[in-house]
C-alpha cells in the first residue's frame, strides 16, 4: 500500500482526541512512507493530518477545486497540490490516486465521499480498502446502521465486510493492508439473499 486517501473535518470537533487522531495518523503514514492524498486544505483536522505527515517526513498530496483555492483554504505547503475544475474531479482524481481510504471525524462531505468509494469497491469499480477510524465511537451510529441493513437485507453480509474499522491509526492501518475485497456479484436473485 503505497498511499491512503483520508477524508475528514475542516472543522476540528468538539474533543481533543480527534485533533490526536489526526495527527497520530498522519505520522504513521509517513513513518510507514504511505503517501498521504486528502482535500488539500489547511483547516481543521485536514490541515493537521497533512501537518503532522509532513512533519514525520512523508509526501502529502491535496487536491481541490480552484473555487476553494480561491477562498484561500488551500494548504501551501504540501508536496503537491493539483487544482481541478469541480468537486466530481476532485473526488475522481482522490480515489484514483489512493490504494484505500480512510475517515476521520467530519461531516456531510466526509461521509458522503466515504460512501462513495466503499460503494465502488461493492460494485467492483476497484478493489481497495475502507476504514473508519472510530475515535471515542464517533462512527458507532453509522457502524450500526451498517449492521442493521445488513440484517434486513438491503447490504449482502460479504459486502458488509467492506468498511472496516479500528480505534486508533496502527490498528486501522494493519486492517488495510490485510483487506481483500469480495468478489461477489452485487444483484443476485433476492432468494440469495
Not at 4 to 31: H, K, P, T, W
Not at 44 to 50: D, I, N, P, S, W
Not at 169 to 179: A, D, I, V
Request: overall charge negative; aromatic content about 8%; glycine content about 10%.
Amino acid at each position: 500500500m503505497k498511499s491512503i486517501c483520508v477524508y475528514c473535518g475542516s472543522n476540528f470537533g468538539d474533543r481533543d482526541s480527534y485533533l490526536e487522531a489526526a495527527q497520530s495518523l498522519g505520522a504513521a503514514m509517513a513513518v510507514q512512507e504511505i503517501t498521504l492524498v486528502y482535500g488539500g486544505g489547511n483547516v481543521g483536522l485536514m490541515g493537521a493530518v497533512a501537518d503532522a505527515a509532513l512533519a514525520a517526513g512523508g509526501k502529502v498530496i491535496g487536491v481541490m477545486p480552484q473555487v476553494l483555492v480561491d477562498k484561500e483554504i488551500a494548504h501551501t505547503g504540501l508536496s503537491d497540490l493539483r487544482v481541478v475544475g469541480s468537486m466530481h474531479k476532485r473526488k475522481s482524481l482522490m480515489a484514483e490516486l489512493a490504494d484505500a481510504f480512510i475517515a476521520l471525524p467530519g461531516g456531510l462531505g466526509t461521509l458522503e465521499e466515504f460512501c462513495e468509494v466503499a460503494t465502488w469497491t461493492q460494485l467492483g469499480f476497484h478493489q481497495k480498502a475502507c476504514g473508519l477510524l472510530n475515535i471515542e465511537g464517533f462512527y458507532d451510529g453509522l457502524l450500526a446502521f451498517l449492521n442493521h441493513a445488513t440484517a434486513e437485507k438491503f447490504i449482502r453480509p460479504d459486502h458488509r465486510k467492506i468498511v472496516l474499522s479500528g480505534k486508533d491509526p496502527m490498528e486501522l492501518l494493519e486492517k488495510l493492508t490485510q483487506f481483500e475485497a469480495p468478489i461477489v456479484p452485487k444483484w443476485l436473485d433476492q432468494k440469495q439473499l
